[in-house]
Each structure stands twice: as C-alpha cells, then as structure tokens.
C-alpha cells in the first residue's frame, strides 16, 4: 500500500479542456494536462532544454516542448520524439471532491 499523501493542487474546474496549465506545488514546477476525461501529471521543465512544457503544444497524450520540438507521453512521461531521450518524472492523480489531487513523493 502506498502511504504517500495526497496534496490538493487546484480545483478541477481550474483545469483547461484538452490542454495544459503550469502550477507550482510544494515548490515543484508541475505540468497539468486534460485528454479526454483524463488528467495527467509530470514536472513541467523538458527534460532536453529548459523550456516550460506547459508552454508548449497539447495533441493528444503527447506534449510537445516549445524550444526544440520533441515530446513526451503525458501518461507517464515516456519520451516520444527527438531530441528528447530522457523522460518525465510523473504523478499520480485523482480528483477527489472536485480538487486536483497529486502524489509528490
């Protein structure tokens, strides 16, 4: 069993509809993504540049990073496109009383 805390990020009204938003959590920058009925969650920095993912473009599961162009699976954060070789670090989410809830650690 996994005794890592939940910690309530925003509310799930907040969330953009087949998109992505930036949010700092316990000092973490978090990408937040909706696919469908689906949330997602990774750290938010491309793991190739430093550019901030939720500046970039939403197609689906995919992510792609604004600077270079590659992409992550949003689902777990598995690199999908060059030039990206390392993946991202992702989260666990729920929805629990219509607030985003993650698991940091």
């Known amino acids: 069993m996994n005794d890592t805390p939940w910690t309530d990020v925003i509310g799930a009204d907040e ?3 087949d998109d992505v938003i930036g949010v700092l959590v ?3 920058d978090i990408a937040l ?3 469908g009925d689906a949330v997602y969650a990774t750290d938010n920095i491309c793991t190739h540049g430093h550019a901030r993912l939720c ?3 939403l197609d689906g599961h995919e ?3 604004p600077l270079h162009q590659g992409k992550f699976d949003v689902r ?3 690199p999908t496109c060059a030039p990206v070789t390392e993946g991202l670090r992702s989260y666990p989410v ?3 009383n219509m607030r985003v809830m993650l698991q940091l650690d």
Do not use: Q
Request: glycine share 14%.
């Open 33 to 35: 993504y909706t696919a």
């Open 94 to 96: 729920k929805i629990e």
């Open 26 to 28: 316990a000092g973490r």
């Open 76 to 78: 777990d954060g598995t």
């Open 55 to 57: 500046d970039g473009f």
């Open 15 to 17: 969330l953009p509809t």
């Open 63 to 65: 992510i792609e990073c």
